[in-house]
Structure formats: structure tokens, C-alpha cells
């Protein structure tokens, strides 16, 4: 079994930082480095939402449209962990993040987006950003 564990989650205020992290471990769990990673998030009442994705290399990221230039990927895969660093944080961020895995080289526009492309997920965290 493959566990991924978020952590990081909390309350801000809009205009601040946070920086969620994302553990993964398992027996069955292969190289860390075998897959790509995606944050997703999701709000009550509305539908699973693409964050951000990166491949195994760390040369290769993908970011949802409204997160674009707030928000940044990273993976450090000798701790497999990935991270995600969010700034200038906006009452609309409020929601559950959670972190997927997908056993992957590269990662495209094509499949990132869809949860149902991923393999493994996280229980989820949740990010409050108050007004």
C-alpha cells in the first residue's frame, strides 16, 4: 500500500504564505522518483480542482490558471516529498488540498488535470484564507 500524507494546511489571512508538504511512503511503494506529483484542491460544493503538477525530474511543472505565478511546485526526491509554496494567498484558495501520484516519466497537459489519472492519493488538508 502507498500512503501520501499532506501536511502545512491551516488558517491565513489573505495576502500570506503557506507551504503544504506532501510524504509519501509504502511497502509497495517504489522509486519515489518513478512519478510525477499533482496538488489538486477542492472547495465545498464544487469540483476537484488542478493546482499544480511536476514530473519526477523537477525540470518539467504545470500550474492551474488561477494559481499561476502565486503558487510553486518543487519535489525534493531523496526525502519524497513534494511541496507546495503558496503566496499571495486569496480567500478563494480556501479549500482541501490533497497531493496524487502517478507512476510517470513525463508529465503532459493531457492527463494532469484529471484525478482519475492518478494512481495514488493524500487524505487531504485543509487551507483557510480568511478576509
Known amino acids: 500500500q502507498v500512503q501520501l500524507v499532506e501536511s502545512g494546511g491551516g488558517l491565513v489571512q489573505a495576502g500570506g504564505s503557506l507551504r503544504l508538504s506532501c510524504a509519501a511512503s509504502g511497502r509497495t511503494f517504489s522509486t519515489f522518483s518513478n512519478y510525477g506529483m499533482g496538488w489538486f484542491r477542492q472547495a465545498p460544493g464544487k469540483e476537484r480542482e488542478f493546482v499544480a503538477a511536476i514530473s519526477w525530474s523537477n525540470t518539467s511543472t504545470l500550474y492551474g490558471d488561477s494559481v499561476k505565478g502565486r503558487f510553486t511546485i518543487s519535489r525534493d526526491n531523496a526525502k519524497n516529498t513534494v511541496y507546495l509554496q503558496m503566496n499571495s494567498l486569496k480567500p478563494e484558495d480556501t479549500a482541501v488540498y490533497y497531493c496524487?501520484?502517478?507512476?510517470?516519466?513525463?508529465?503532459?497537459?493531457?492527463?494532469?488535470?484529471?484525478?482519475?489519472?492518478?494512481?495514488?492519493w493524500g487524505q487531504g488538508t485543509q487551507v483557510t484564507v480568511s478576509s
Open positions: 496524487a501520484a502517478k507512476r510517470a516519466l513525463f508529465i503532459t497537459a493531457t492527463w494532469v488535470k484529471t484525478p482519475t489519472s492518478y494512481d495514488y
